[in-house]
C-alpha cells in the first residue's frame, strides 16, 4: 500500500508563504496522481489542487487558483504544494491525497484514495 507523510506546515501572517511536502512510498507512486485537501475549523473537508502522474495537468480550487501551485518530483517520490499570499480563511489541516487518476482523486469515493495524516496551516491576521 502507498503511505503519505506530510510537511512543512506551521503558522504564518497574511501575505506569507509556505510549502507543503508530501512524501510517498510505494512500488507505483511515481504513477500516481497527487492532490491536496484542507478541513478548516467547523467546516467539511474540500478540494484544494491536484496533479496528473506526468505532472501535465494541474486542477485547482477557485479560492486558490494564482495563489497556489502544486508541483511534484518522481524522482523523489514527493507532491508539493507552493502557497503564496495566504489568508487567514486558509487556515485549516492540509491532507496529501493519492489516487490513479486526477478524476479518482477529486471523485467521491474514498476507497480510491490514500491519505496523509495531515499538517496544520494557520494563518493570521
Known amino acids: 500500500q502507498v503511505q503519505l507523510v506530510e510537511s512543512g506546515g506551521g503558522l504564518v501572517q497574511a501575505g506569507g508563504s509556505l510549502r507543503l511536502s508530501c512524501a510517498a512510498s510505494?512500488?507505483?507512486?511515481?504513477?500516481?496522481?497527487g492532490g491536496w485537501f484542507r478541513r478548516a475549523p467547523g467546516k467539511e473537508r474540500e478540494f484544494v489542487s491536484a496533479i496528473s502522474w506526468s505532472g501535465g495537468s494541474t486542477y485547482y480550487a477557485d479560492s486558490v487558483k494564482g495563489r497556489f501551485t502544486i508541483s511534484r518530483d518522481n524522482a523523489k517520490n514527493t507532491v508539493y504544494l507552493q502557497m503564496n499570499s495566504l489568508k487567514p480563511e486558509d487556515t485549516a489541516v492540509y491532507y496529501c491525497?493519492?489516487?490513479?487518476?486526477?478524476?479518482?482523486?477529486?471523485?467521491?469515493?474514498?476507497?480510491?484514495?490514500?491519505w496523509g495524516r495531515g499538517t496544520q496551516v494557520t494563518v493570521s491576521s
Open positions: 510505494g512500488r507505483t507512486f511515481s504513477r500516481y496522481a
Open positions: 491525497a493519492g489516487s490513479l487518476s486526477t478524476a479518482q482523486l477529486m471523485g467521491q469515493m474514498e476507497q480510491n484514495k490514500y
